[in-house]
C-alpha cells in the first residue's frame, strides 16, 4: 500500500510559475501542432496549450502504453491515434508527463517522424534522469526529479491520484 506524504514534492504555486515560463519560451516557436501523449499529460497540455494559444495551433492525442518489461531499453512501446494525423509539413510540440526510461519518447518521436514533420520539439514536465537507458533528451523540461514514484498533476499510480493539482511522491503505507 502506499500513501501520500504530508507535503507535495512540488506545489501548484511552483508548477503554475513554471509552466508560465515554459510556455513563454515555446510560444517563439510558432507551432503548427500540439501532439499530447494521453493519459498522463492531460493537465500539463491544457494549462501549457492555453498559455501558447494562437490561432492556427491545433491540438491532437495520442496514446502510448509500454508492455513487456517497461524498464528495459527495449521495452515495446504500442502507439495508437496515429492514423489520420496530419503533421506532414507542420511543426510539432509533442508533450508528456514523465521521461524515466527514455522508452516511450525515443519510441514516440521515432514513429512521428515516419509522418514528415517539419519538426518534433519534445517537451516534458517531470524528468528522471538517473532513471534514462534510452540515449534520450527532451528539449524542455519542467522540473528534474530524483528517482521517486511520483502521482498527482495528470501522473497515476493505477490510474488513482492523477486528478492532484501538485506532484506528490509516493510513500509506503
Ligand atoms: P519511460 O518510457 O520509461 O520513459 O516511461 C514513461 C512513462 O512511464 C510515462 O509516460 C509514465 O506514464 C510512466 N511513468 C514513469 N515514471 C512514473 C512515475 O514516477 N509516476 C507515474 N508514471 C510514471
Ligand atoms: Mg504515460
Redesign the pocket.
Known amino acids: 500500500m502506499y500513501k501520500l506524504p504530508s507535503a507535495p514534492l512540488i506545489t501548484a504555486q511552483e508548477i503554475n510559475s513554471r509552466v508560465d515560463s515554459l510556455a513563454s519560451e515555446l510560444k517563439a516557436f510558432d507551432f503548427d501542432v500540439i501532439l499530447s ?1 494521453l ?3 492531460y493537465m500539463f497540455t491544457a494549462d501549457l496549450s492555453r498559455r501558447i494559444a494562437t490561432p492556427k495551433l491545433r491540438i491532437a492525442f495520442i496514446k ?1 502504453s ?1 508492455y513487456g518489461e ?2 528495459k531499453p527495449n ?1 515495446n ?1 504500442h502507439i495508437s491515434g496515429l492514423e489520420g494525423l496530419d503533421i506532414k509539413g507542420k511543426r510539432v510540440l509533442l508533450i ?12 514516440l518521436v521515432k514513429a512521428l517522424a515516419d509522418y514528415s514533420p517539419a519538426s518534433i520539439t519534445t517537451c516534458v514536465l ?1 524528468n ?1 534522469e538517473s ?4 540515449n ?1 533528451h527532451a528539449d524542455f523540461v519542467g522540473f528534474e ?1 530524483e528517482d ?4 498527482g498533476y495528470g ?3 493505477a490510474n488513482t491520484y492523477r486528478t492532484y493539482p501538485e506532484v506528490w ?2 510513500e509506503e503505507a
Request: hydrophobic share 40%.
Open positions: 501523449a493519459t498522463g499529460s502510448a509500454s517497461s524498464d521495452a512501446v508528456d508527463d514523465i521521461l524515466d526510461t527514455g522508452n516511450t519518447m525515443y519510441s517531470l528522471k532513471r534514462r537507458t534510452v534520450y526529479i521517486k514514484f511520483v502521482v501522473l497515476d499510480y511522491a509516493l
